[in-house]
């Protein structure tokens, strides 16, 4: 078994047949979604939190989650099946950086560090982005970043005016 932590992210609504989705109403189905696939036991999920976006700033506010998981699925393996959840909730692959529905990034993989056309884990940008260190460590506030470091010490060189707490 290896323990995965995922980013959850979404700026965009989509519409349902007339319903529209709001970007937290991804998330929680995303997160759902991920709890009923085989293989993975869900361990915690931390709260919602609302973040400005990163990158270009023509583009909503984003709602950002991270989730602790273990599997005994490969990263690969784990990566298809985030993809089909993603598509499943009207993502397209779209501009770099811009806004999307329903964005998966697996961000550890145990202490694994993979380097390959479709994976970069760690995720490359983990240590710049408080709307990742900020859940990870309300759920996993002990854990180290393979090649980076503590998240606590990762958490004291981002800003985190731009996030807040979802209700
Ligand atoms: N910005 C925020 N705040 N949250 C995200 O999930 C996010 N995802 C992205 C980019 C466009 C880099 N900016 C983001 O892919």
Redesign the pocket.
């Known amino acids: 078994m290896t323990i995965v932590y995922i ?1 959850l ?1 979404s ?1 965009m609504s989509s519409d349902h047949g007339g319903t529209l989705i709001s970007p937290a109403q991804h998330i929680i189905s995303a997160i759902r979604s991920i709890g009923e696939l085989e293989s993975i036991n869900m361990m915690n999920t931390s709260s919602l939190y609302q ?6 700033q023509d583009q909503g506010d ?1 709602v ?1 989650a991270v989730l602790k998981l273990e599997t005994d699925l490969s990263a690969i393996e784990l990566l298809d099946r985030l993809q089909d959840i993603e598509n499943d909730h009207g993502r397209k692959r779209q501009q770099h ?2 806004p ?1 529905t329903l ?1 998966l990034d697996i961000l550890l993989f145990g202490d694994h560090i993979i380097e390959n056309e479709r994976l970069s884990i760690p995720h490359p940008e983990i240590s710049n982005r408080s ?1 990742v260190l900020v859940p990870l460590a309300e759920i996993e506030p002990a854990s180290v970043i393979p090649t980076k470091g503590p998240v606590g010490d990762l958490l004291v060189d981002v800003d985190q005016t731009d996030l807040k707490i979802m209700q």
Do not use: A, E, L
């Open positions: 980013g992210g700026n973040s400005k976006p990163v990158g270009p984003y950002n950086w811009g999307r964005d709307f």
